[in-house]
């Protein structure tokens, strides 16, 4: 019964009974919820945004970059790791000695740096000569990696695929020329320029540009050739069944496989420095729209209060004829609730609509900025003005991966509506504290 009176009451602080009437309060109560659903909005495409990006770079980043495991003759003592072809195939014989199955690929590489010259410009270049199979079809991490120009194919032995930013930096189109500026040691033990010259059969794109803008992928027997060990980096790329599950245990299986001097490092080992950073940006900027929340559930407290203050004559006659002060300070603990749940009903649902519509809202807002800082740099007189790019592709995706996630909508719903009630306490305590004696006198 008690809760009954209560819910009634709290519906009608809301304007939701039957009784309505003019009240100041409730209008403020009416902002309350509109300032949660607009601080919701940012929290929920905060939320979504981060967790693609982090998920896509890093997506990136094991599947072509630092592979699931990465196996490295530390010391350079093994005799596998003499010529271009013993080498790829003790890699390949690493899959077939695989006897617990989590080895599913495993190709070899040999990465420089060298300086490439092209027509129109030269730059540095990270050289990676891979293992032609490396671009087939059977490794799914080709998946992620789109032919911008031509095809991946390295087919002969001057062959090359570069990234899209230094091919167009370069100047440089398929079936063009370029040449890689390298050293090699003499009989002497000098060290002399060596100039190799390549044709380009393919420009490719991560989809992040950070990873990518100097990739050049060349054969690996070629890479052996005129990339010194001394000076670059030759291990095994070897891709797992699971690579976020069962990778220690792939990782503890190769190093029963291999010979001594092999070291073996996880993708999590060899990126552990950007995780760190990107879960620590992920966890700031959650944390700036949390207080952005917080600020709007405070606005439910001043809200109540001011109901508190217009409705002390009910209170006071519900008091008067039976009402106990828990019923009462109940009454406004739910109109708080109730408020914050209107506000994630109106906000929760655009914000996942934002979600999931990012990249054309983000395309949207470059447009019209870009329009207007165009408009207005012509009546300035300067027509020349640079494209805004609300998130360079130099240092982000240039497509969003969009997941919502429904657990962590579930958290930022329950916590809203518990800071509701939170922030309610207050105001419903002072509610029940009130004398109905004295009020009544005042009127």
């Keep these: 019964m008690r809760t009954a009176v209560s819910l009634r009451l709290a519906l009608s602080f809301l304007g939701m009974g039957s009784r309505k009437q003019e009240s100041h309060a409730r209008k403020t109560l009416y902002g309350a919820i509109a300032g949660i659903a607009v601080s919701i909005i940012p929290l929920i495409l905060v939320l979504v945004v981060s967790d693609g990006m982090i998920e896509g770079i890093t997506s990136r980043l094991v599947e072509l970059s630092s592979s699931h495991i990465r196996v490295m003759d530390y010391y350079r003592t093994s005799r596998e790791s003499g010529t271009a072809a013993d080498f790829s195939q ?231 004829v039976g009402g106990s002060p828990a019923t009462v300070s109940f009454a406004f603990l739910l109109a708080g609730y109730f408020t914050g749940f209107c506000g994630i009903l109106a906000g929760l649902p655009v914000g996942v609509l934002c979600a999931l519509h990012v990249n054309e809202l983000l395309a949207w807002l470059e447009r019209g900025i870009n329009t207007a800082n165009r408009f207005f740099h012509s009546l300035a007189g300067d027509p020349n003005t ?17 997941t919502v996630r429904f657990r962590e909508l579930f958290l930022v719903a329950a916590g809203t509506l518990v800071l509701s009630v939170l922030v309610s306490l207050l105001p419903a305590i002072r509610a029940g504290r009130e004398k109905p004696l004295d009020t009544l006198r005042k009127f």
Excluded: C
């Excluded at 640079?386 to 969009?402: G, K, R, S, T």
């Design 90 to 320: 003790f890699a390949y014989s690493l899959v077939n000695t695989n006897s617990g199955g989590t080895i599913t690929h495993a190709w070899g590489e040999r990465e420089g740096m060298a300086l490439v010259v092209g027509k129109d410009a030269r730059s540095g270049g990270t050289i990676r000569a891979v293992d032609p199979s490396w671009f087939s079809g059977e490794n799914p991490a080709m998946s992620i990696l789109e032919t911008v120009e031509g095809q991946r194919l390295l087919a002969g032995s001057h062959d090359a695929i570069l990234g899209e930013k230094i091919a167009r930096d370069l100047g440089l189109n398929v079936g063009d020329t370029f040449r890689l500026l390298t050293f090699k040691t003499t009989d002497g033990g000098r060290r002399v320029p060596r100039f190799t010259r390549f044709t380009l059969t393919g420009i490719v794109s991560s989809g992040y540009q950070e990873l990518d803008a100097l990739w050049v992928f060349i054969p690996l027997e070629t890479g052996f050739h005129i990339l010194p060990e001394e000076s670059s980096n030759t291990f095994i790329n070897v891709r797992t069944s699971n690579p976020f599950g069962t990778i220690e245990r792939s990782r503890i299986e190769m190093l029963k496989m291999l010979p001594d001097g092999f070291r073996v490092y996880t993708w999590k080992d060899l990126n552990r420095s950007q995780f760190h950073a990107f879960t620590t940006t992920r966890t700031l900027l959650l944390f700036i729209m949390f207080l952005i929340l917080f600020v709007a559930s405070v606005n439910i407290s001043s809200a109540l209060v001011m109901l508190v203050m217009e409705r002390r004559k009910e209170i006071a006659i519900i008091k008067s």
């Design 386 to 402: 640079m494209p805004v790019q609300l998130l360079d592709p130099a240092f982000y995706l240039e497509n969003i991966p969009v």
